[in-house]
Each structure stands twice: as structure tokens, then as C-alpha cells.
């Protein structure tokens, strides 16, 4: 069973900053394109950060330049340090790892909190 797990949530102030860690499988990790969504209240869930298994980066557009995603090969982990949070960062965030077509497993999620 692929297991995803997560790790580094909490409450911070706005202009904080919060590291979240997502340790998986060797074959996972080595295989597999990780990455990192928000689900707010009411809303879908959406794509913060991708890495490809080469270190190719993608972010959403609200997150550029206050969010890094990256990956340590010796650990099997991808982390997504986040910076100079905001309010509107407020969310769950899921761990997600893909290899198309159909290969989707995702993390349980851990709670953001930006507020004061």
C-alpha cells in the first residue's frame, strides 16, 4: 500500500513561515512526479507546487516567489517551505505523487493556519 505521509502543519502569523514535509517509498519517490495542494473551506482543491524526479519546478501563480518546493533524494521526502504567509494561505495541504495515466496517490493532509 503506497503511503504518503505528511508532516510540519500549525497556526502562524501572517508573514510567517512553515516547512511541510512529505516522506513516501524508494520506488514512489524515484518514479513518481510529487506535489503539493491546498483545499480551503468551500473550495476544490488546487495545485500549489510540482517537482518532476529531475527537479523541474512548477507553482501556482498566488505562491511564486514565497513558496520553494523541493526534494531529498537520501530521504524520500518532499518538502514545500513556505514564506511571508498570508491569511489567504489558510488550508489543508495534501501531499500528491502522480505517474500518468492513472497512478494517483494522495497524503492525509495537515492544516495550515495563517492568522494573528
Known amino acids: 500500500q503506497v503511503q504518503l505521509v505528511e508532516s510540519g502543519g500549525g497556526l502562524v502569523q501572517p508573514g510567517g513561515s512553515l516547512r511541510l514535509s512529505c516522506a513516501t517509498s524508494?520506488?514512489?519517490?524515484?518514479?513518481?512526479?510529487m506535489g503539493w495542494y491546498q483545499q480551503a473551506p468551500g473550495k476544490q482543491r488546487e495545485l500549489v507546487a510540482a517537482?518532476?524526479?529531475?527537479?523541474?519546478?512548477n507553482y501556482a501563480d498566488p505562491v511564486k516567489g514565497r513558496f520553494t518546493i523541493s526534494r531529498d533524494n537520501a530521504k524520500n521526502t518532499v518538502y514545500l517551505q513556505m514564506d511571508s504567509l498570508r491569511p489567504e494561505d489558510t488550508a489543508v495541504y495534501y501531499c500528491?505523487?502522480?505517474?500518468?495515466?492513472?497512478?494517483?496517490?494522495w497524503g492525509q493532509g495537515t492544516q495550515v493556519t495563517v492568522s494573528s
Open positions: 517537482i518532476t524526479t529531475s527537479g523541474s519546478t
Open positions: 524508494r520506488n514512489i519517490f524515484r518514479n513518481y512526479l
Open positions: 500528491n505523487a502522480h505517474l500518468a495515466p492513472s497512478y494517483i496517490y
